[in-house]
């Protein structure tokens, strides 16, 4: 393994560094959230929005693929310095996206019931999940098209004006949240009414990014509109377009049932389960957003090595990540051992949720070492573009440990649930890593 490549080694931080950076704004915002809703006078509210939260971002990380295809196709298209295939991967991935986004909203109803009716949970969590997936639902078409925005930003090397877009849109989200519940009073609606607001300015301000920075390139390689709806629909094109993303989708769909599962059940287990596991879950969130800095920088040096041809470059970007994951992920397993219970204190005040939290805080310390390995290499596969990969692991991970380890383990209630949840991950490096190993000198 060659890890004395010191240039890879400063590529890949300029990479990282502000993915890492404005990656962890997200899961910071959702901590603050938690805390903000944790520090009311019921744990039902805290799980109702938690379960409200689940029920939009079900939608979004259901089509994490926009975000996947977006960056390692932009990154291919950079490494070939094919200017016209790259503004096409853009142009592509937004009218996907607000198709979605705008079929979710006029389906809202259906969605949402048939959502409610599987989370469970006590009258009142059901209540305050209501009205905040009611409000939220309309952000979709501004939230997964930027997606698509941030993933083409990456793609084409521009990690810093990302790293800027996310923190901009979410300290306007954290102003607004603090301004709606605590100044207004306005509760669970007033943390969805301050997502909402956030992702459409998230959406304008990429959009003026994109139109100050790049305006010139996108006018200048079609010569008519009727050339550019041509390129833009062009058969084969997205058929393989959508090849990719189908594979994608499955794949995230068999995470997002996990993730829906842990929320679910922890639902059923009681409304101070689902809380403690709100918090614990939005820790786990904090690290692996950091993880996915790396991933995030590799899936960028990987596509453009692939779209260069450069095998070499392949095996040195990929070694190099894998160092700098490994060491990340001891650092955090370290800082949630030694600050972990502080952390969950700062978070709710609501004595039952802390103690609970507090008894299931080691899955949280020996999560980062067990899962850091498949956040590496699913950004690795991404830049690779190959998506049925990332699916045959995802498949194996999900009904061939994650549901057999919870049906042994159910009697554990809680614990039970998190042993499955933490063999799942497991499972998802192992298998990518044993295909990456045994099929490395293919790529």
């Known amino acids: 393994m060659k890890f004395n490549d010191l240039e890879r080694h400063k590529q890949l ?17 959702g901590l603050i959230d938690t805390a903000v809703i944790g520090h009311l006078e019921h744990a039902y509210y805290l799980g109702g929005s938690t379960v409200g939260a689940m029920i939009i971002t079900a939608v979004t990380w259901l089509c994490g693929f926009l975000r996947m295809s977006t960056t390692g196709l932009s990154a291919q298209a950079f490494g070939q310095q ?34 409610l009716s ?41 990690a810093k004006v990302v790293m800027w877009l996310i923190i901009a849109t979410n300290l306007i989200n954290l102003v607004l949240d603090l301004l709606f519940v605590i100044g207004f009073g306005w509760q669970v609606k007033g943390v969805a009414a301050a997502t909402l607001i956030a992702e459409y300015s998230g959406l304008l301000l990429g959009l003026t990014m994109i139109l100050r920075h790049y305006k010139q390139r996108f006018t200048g390689l079609f010569s008519s ?21 189908r ?13 829906i599962f842990m929320t679910f059940q922890g639902a059923r287990l009681g409304d101070d389960v689902i809380a403690a596991n709100a918090i614990l879950m939005n820790f786990l969130m904090l690290i692996s957003f950091g993880l996915d800095g790396v991933a995030n920088a590799a899936e960028v040096m990987v596509g453009k ?12 970007s990929v070694n190099i990540a894998l160092l700098w994951t490994g060491l990340f992920a001891v650092s955090y397993s370290l800082l949630f051992y030694l600050l972990g219970d502080y952390f969950i204190v700062m978070i709710s005040d609501i004595t039952s949720v802390v103690s609970y939290a ?41 009904f061939g440990c994650f549901f057999p380890v919870w049906w042994l383990l159910q009697d554990y209630g809680n614990h039970g649930l998190w042993a499955a949840f933490s063999v799942f991950m497991l499972a998802r490096g192992l298998t990518l890593a044993i295909h990456y190993q045994g099929n490395r000198h293919n790529m």
């Open 13 to 29: 931080f300029i990479l990282a560094l502000p993915m890492i950076l404005s990656n962890i704004t997200a899961p910071l915002l």
């Open 82 to 115: 094919n200017q016209q295939l790259n503004n096409l991967v853009l142009l592509r991935g937004i009218i996907v996206a607000l198709a979605i986004g705008l079929a979710v909203i006029v389906l809202q109803s259906l969605y949402i019931d048939v959502a």
């Open 118 to 158: 599987l989370a469970g949970g006590s009258s009142e969590v059901q209540l305050y999940a209501r009205q905040y997936s009611e409000i939220r639902v309309w952000g979709l078409p501004a939230a997964l098209a930027n997606l698509v925005i941030l993933g083409w930003l990456l793609g084409n090397h521009q």
């Open 225 to 245: 509109a009727q050339q550019l709806m041509t390129e833009l629909f062009e058969r084969s094109a997205l058929l393989s377009y959508f090849k990719l993303n």
């Open 247 to 259: 594979d994608i989708l499955i794949r995230t769909l068999c995470l997002e049932i996990c993730f």
């Open 305 to 316: 090595a692939k779209g260069e041809n450069n095998r070499q470059a392949i095996f040195v």
């Open 358 to 398: 507090q008894r299931h805080l080691f899955w949280l310390i020996a999560l980062p070492l067990l899962a850091c390995w498949c956040y590496l290499y699913d950004g690795v596969y991404v830049g690779l573009m190959q998506a049925d990969i990332m699916r045959n692991s995802m498949l194996i991970a999900t």
